[in-house]
Nanobody, 120 residues
């Protein structure tokens, strides 16, 4: 069983910044990819950014140049630094972690979601 705990969402004015955190715990042997997705009302959940264990990153076009994903492997934690926020960034942000659990089973877990609201 792998649990993800997210924090850092909130209300911010356009142009402001937020930093999201997601800590993974439980029966974890290793973590491969950690990522952040967002889901706005009436829309599908979509990838914002992802990072591999080796540090390779992938960003949605809308996030490039404004958001930075990073991870602390010792803490099994992934971060999303969001700068120059826009009202269209308003969504629930979900952490997603893929890895190998003790016992040899792969897992893919989701966080509970954290609301990010950007006012104009």
């Amino acid at each position: 069983q792998v649990q993800l705990v997210e924090s850092g969402g909130g209300l911010v004015q356009a142009g402001g910044s937020l930093r999201l955190s997601c800590a993974a715990s439980g029966s974890i042997l290793s973590i491969n990819v950690m990522g952040w997705y967002c889901q706005a009302p009436g829309k599908q959940r979509e990838l914002v950014a992802a990072i591999t264990g080796g540090g390779s990153t992938n960003y949605a076009d809308s996030a490039k140049g404004r958001f930075t994903i990073s991870r602390d492997n010792a803490k099994n934690t992934v971060y999303l630094q969001m700068n120059s926020l826009k009202p269209e960034d308003t969504a629930v942000y979900y952490c997603n972690v893929v890895g190998l659990a003790h016992g040899g089973n792969y897992f893919r877990s989701w966080g509970q979601g954290t609301q990010v609201t950007v006012s104009s």
